[in-house]
């Protein structure tokens, strides 16, 4: 069965400095990993996702996340964090292998300190 | 614009009352879910269609129904609400039924069950 742990439930950083939310998998095949962030009171956006080529993955908002096969692990990155980056991060896994379904992380909650 | 829109977003009701949550999407998406999101569990699903007509469990299923009959609208019935279903839910859509594709999340529907 797949599964996606996080397992910081709340990360925080101070701004300007680099900042990493963690997320590890695991899944029969190969994996498809997602991250969605949520601002407060708004539902899920998608930030940037991994399906096959380049293991370093870049998306919205200075975004991006690298892709790592033997560690099972897809860490979200950005160089720079801002204050406005404050909100609730879930990376969400699904297997290539059958019709299963995507598979979402406990969520981490980053703060960025001014 | 593109979006996902859920109603009520906030509601309040009693044990046994009889509610629908209701759901659109105006991006002409194949793929309609419904999740629940509780502190400390992240979001799990509740249940799924790859289509019109075509319905699948999620998850956590018990207590609820869904109906596809139009490709726009997915409603989430409640036919004998309990305390448990006290939560936030989010309807989400994708536009086509493979894995790789990334979920629009609407704003969130906050449930209250007394």
């Known amino acids: 069965a797949q599964s996606v742990a996080q397992p910081e439930d709340q990360v925080n950083v101070a701004e300007g400095n680099p900042l990493t939310v963690k997320c590890t998998y695991s899944v029969s095949g190969n994996p498809y990993l997602f991250w969605y962030v949520q601002y407060p009171n708004r539902g899920l956006q998608f930030l940037l996702k991994y399906i096959t080529g380049d293991n370093l993955v870049k998306g919205s908002y200075g975004f991006e996340a690298e892709f790592n096969k033997s560690q099972t692990s897809f860490h979200l990155k950005k160089p720079s964090a801002l204050v406005s980056d404050s909100a609730l991060y879930f990376c969400?896994?699904?297997?290539?292998?059958?019709?299963?379904?995507?598979?979402f992380g406990k969520g981490t909650r980053l703060s960025v300190i001014a | 614009e593109a979006q996902v829109t859920q109603n009520p977003r906030y509601l309040i009701t009693v044990t046994g009352k009889k509610l629908t949550v209701t759901c659109s999407q105006n991006?002409?998406?194949?793929?309609m879910s419904w999740y629940r999101q509780d502190p400390g569990l992240g979001l799990r699903q509740i249940y799924y269609s790859m289509n019109v007509e075509v319905t699948d469990k999620g998850d956590v299923p018990e207590g609820y129904k869904v109906s596809r009959k139009e490709k726009r609208n997915f409603p989430l019935i409640l036919e004998s609400p309990s305390p448990n279903q006290t939560s936030l839910y989010f309807c989400?859509?994708?536009?086509?039924?493979?894995?790789?594709?990334?979920?629009?999340f609407g704003e969130g529907s906050r449930l209250t069950v007394l």
């Open positions: 991006m002409n998406h194949e793929y």
């Open positions: 989400a859509s994708k536009e086509d039924r493979a894995n790789t594709g990334e979920l629009f």
């Open positions: 969400a896994v699904r297997d290539t292998i059958g019709n299963t379904p995507l598979v």
